[in-house]
């Protein structure tokens, strides 16, 4: 027998049910094929497409084979620990029903980046096969170029869910995300939304319909519950029976709404107990507050931040080791927004309305702003508007760092 040739790695797939298969190679695109063709081992037989996810060089065959016993042996939170930090975190745009739409997207990844995917607001698939004019706009893939993004859906109905999805995969989509955190009584009433976490049996039946019927990649963004965090066991045992692309946590109840603090109790229980890709989203603001998640946790695969972004556009580029905002970015961002509302709503009063929104969490960035704050807000014509604009950013002192007043 010849000297043992050096150049054995050992993989993890990631395989269509959402488990994890390990296996030592020393031709990864070759296994990869095989593992595909229903070649590779009768574990991933039935459990095709199969995606590489993790990669290993282990010097000699029985190194390998030591290193693939030992991962196999690893709980699967810890699997997911080694995924992690082989692909690195990722960061994402919460999607903010009013604020993250087409043209924010569009202008925060023109001027400042660092945003992995891009969520967006939801969208509730009509009952007979539609989406509305305005719905349609927010995800025609010639205005999505260049981004990663994920459509929100909203809705109870698995056949609405399943039409909806089938669309926007063949719009060229690589994933969909269903929406189980939504809190405003309208949806919840309707049992959509965080609505949806009261009735465990309706929601392990519509994820068997929609996990049953659809190809595309489907990853959920849920609250603890309805109520209490102690509903949330049950609800993972349910998620945790489906393939579900990332599970993203936002830690709060429906009651809860936005303020209550996170119960960062729950989401450590959580974590512990998590076998899917896990993904956290609630109040991270610095660049700080994002390692120090990231570390705690180091089986999460994603952050996802919503009103940090807002309040600070450079957040995911600082938290990735880049620049702060400085205040000429910032300007072309707000020009940029405002011009693209402005040109969407055939309106520029309209656009202020939007563009008031922004500030709300924006102008957490500068400093003394008690009073531009408050004749922003009485601003109405355009102007007027204008000339807020101009003076904040003429006279107010930029953070590095945003100071929330909502958490
Ligand atoms: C104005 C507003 C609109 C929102 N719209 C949505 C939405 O369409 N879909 C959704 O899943 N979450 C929505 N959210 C929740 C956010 O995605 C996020 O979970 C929440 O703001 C907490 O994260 P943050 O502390 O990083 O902002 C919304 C939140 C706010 C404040």
Redesign the pocket.
Known sequence: MGPEKDNWWVYMLRCQDGTLYTGATCDIPRRLAAHNSGKGAKYTRGRRPVELVYTQACGTHSQALRREAAVKKLTRPQKWELVREQAGLRYEL??????TGLVFRQMHHRYFGGVDRYFT??LSPGQNGTFNKKELAQVRPEDNQGMEVVP?LLTRRAEDFIWAARELEQMGYRQVNL?L??PSGTVTAKGKGAGFLADPEGLDRFLDQIFGALEIPISI?TRLGMDSPEEFPRLLDIFQQYPVAELIL?PRVRADF?RHPVRMEAFAQAAARCTLPLSY????ITAQDCHRLASQYPQVQALM????LIANPALARQAKGGPPASRQELRLFHDGLYEGYSQAFRSRKNAICRMKDVWRCLLCLFEGTEKQAKQLRKAVEPADYEAQVAAIFRDLPLREQTVPDWC
Do not use: D, S, T, V
């Not at 919460?94 to 604020?99: H, S």
């Not at 989203?281 to 991270?284: A, D, K, R, S």
């Open positions: 919460a999607p903010m029903e009013g604020i607001p939801f929100q929406n955190g939504c963004k936002h936005y989203n609630g109040n991270l931040i919503g009103r940090g």
